[in-house]
């Protein structure tokens, strides 16, 4: 097999799988590891790769790499909406409370669920820093609405800033759902960017049930910020069963896991 059709292969794998390995690759062609390697090297200098410990991921599974609310709007939206779903069976009928509902497309799911609830009827306070989720939750029936503000930041359309974390701080809502961008076994929970994060710790400090709600895209990713360790959880919602070091990982913690 030519080099040329050996890095196409590695390309589709990537595309299909999202992360490869040098040494199920080099068993796969019946190579040397050091071939893979240069395999590699040649992909990630022409931006197909980005190389890892061990292999290589798709290029904008960087630690940094993040897409605006727009874009993201309608990705993998079927596995969104059932994981809404699953995440709203966990309020129960009749509540009473309050929630808090974090920034992003999968929380933008839950927001649209909670709405479609016949049950409310009016026992239901939800904060929010989403410009998205406030638009979409003003006048919804049965919900009593609270926005948080401060700086919003446009690739989110979501507040952040010491204002934002500080105003989080002085409520302690019984539920908190949170979005993340990856969620790994020694990691724990993380998003790109450093203000992002701070809010969501503020959020998971303040919350006294955390529940984040998050496709299996995100499983194994960890991106720049931790911002919470996975004991700090108390349910992940999810639409696949979690590979076995983050179902390890996971179970010890004590994180419920429930598949939508």
Known sequence: MYATERQALIERQ?????????VS???????????????????ERAGALRRVHGGAVTAERSSTAETSVATRTGRASAAKAA???RCIDLVPSGFRGSLYLD???TTAAIAHALIGRTDLDGGIDVVTHSMVLAGALAGARGIELTVIGGRVRGITAAAVGAETVRAISHFRPDIGFIGTNGIAAGFGVSTPDPEEASVKAAIVAACRRVVVAADAEKHDRELLVSFAALDDLDVLVTDRTPQHELAVALESADVEVCIA
């Open 14 to 22: 990537l595309a299909d799988e999202g992360r490869v390995s040098v």
């Open 103 to 105: 920034a992003g497309t």
């Open 25 to 43: 690759l080099a068993r796969r062609f019946d190579v040397t590891t050091e071939t893979v390697r240069r395999d590699l090297d040649l992909l």
């Open 83 to 85: 994981i809404a779903r």
